[in-house]
């Protein structure tokens, strides 16, 4: 079975699938940390996965997408985030 992710883009929030009507889904965007192993290793090891609350489509941030290449390692503090996050797990 293959596990396919979504692109999520810088500051998307809802989720941009459409259903069979052609309808978007707008289901809000959560990170998902609690992802099952091959989730995780699909997606690349320090990936933030992203699910839909309503329609569990998965996303990942779109990396290579940022403005100007080389800023991709300082768009965020993930070690600190990461850190904290892990601690609460939510
Ligand atoms: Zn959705």
């Not at 009507?21 to 699909?42: D, F, I, T």
């Not at 090891?45 to 489509?57: I, L, S």
Request: hydrophobic residues 35%.
């Amino acid at each position: 079975m293959s596990i396919t992710f979504l692109e999520k883009k810088p500051g998307q929030r809802a989720c941009s699938q459409k259903d069979e009507k052609g309808e978007l889904c707008v289901g809000h965007l959560k990170r998902w940390y609690q992802a099952p192993a091959e989730v995780v290793s699909a997606a690349g090891h320090d990936a933030q996965v992203f699910r839909c609350e309503r329609c569990h489509a998965l996303y990942l941030p779109s990396a290579k997408d940022t403005s100007s290449a080389g800023l991709q390692y300082e768009v965020r503090p993930v070690n600190l985030l990461g850190g904290f996050m892990r601690h609460g797990g939510k």
